[in-house]
Nanobody
Framework: QVQVVESGGGLVHPGGFLRLSCVAS????????MGWYRQAPGKQRELVAV???????EYADSVKGRFTISRNNTGNTVYLQLNSLKPEDTAVYYC???????????????WGQGTLVTVSS
């Protein structure tokens, strides 16, 4: 069983910054991808940033140059640095870990409970 827990959300003024953390624990495959999605009120969940086990990065166009995703050396913790925040960045941010199912080889995604980021003056 894999557990994913996020932290670091909060209220910040426009132009401010936050750092979100996500820790994965439990029985995890040797290779996996971790990343962040977000869901704003009344909108669909959207991809924010991803880091693969090999270290390749992917960002949504809306956050490029402002957000940075990184992983620790053991790979089970990812961070999302949010800079130059805008009101439209307000959302619940969800962390996930994706690995291959041990039996089927199909992608298996584990989600955290989400952390709220509110950008408002």
């Amino acid at each position: 069983q894999v557990q994913v827990v996020e932290s670091g959300g909060g209220l910040v003024h426009p132009g401010g910054f936050l750092r979100l953390s996500c820790v994965a624990s439990g029985t995890i495959s040797s290779t996996y991808t971790m990343g962040w999605y977000r869901q704003a009120p009344g909108k669909q969940r959207e991809l924010v940033a991803v880091v693969s086990s090999g270290g390749s990065l992917e960002y949504a166009d809306s956050v490029k140059g402002r957000f940075t995703i990184s992983r620790n050396n053991t790979g089970n913790t990812v961070y999302l640095q949010l800079n130059s925040l805008k009101p439209e960045d307000t959302a619940v941010y969800y962390c996930y870990l994706e690995e291959a199912d041990a039996l089927t080889g199909e992608p298996l995604r584990h989600w955290g409970q989400g952390t709220l980021v509110t950008v408002s003056s």
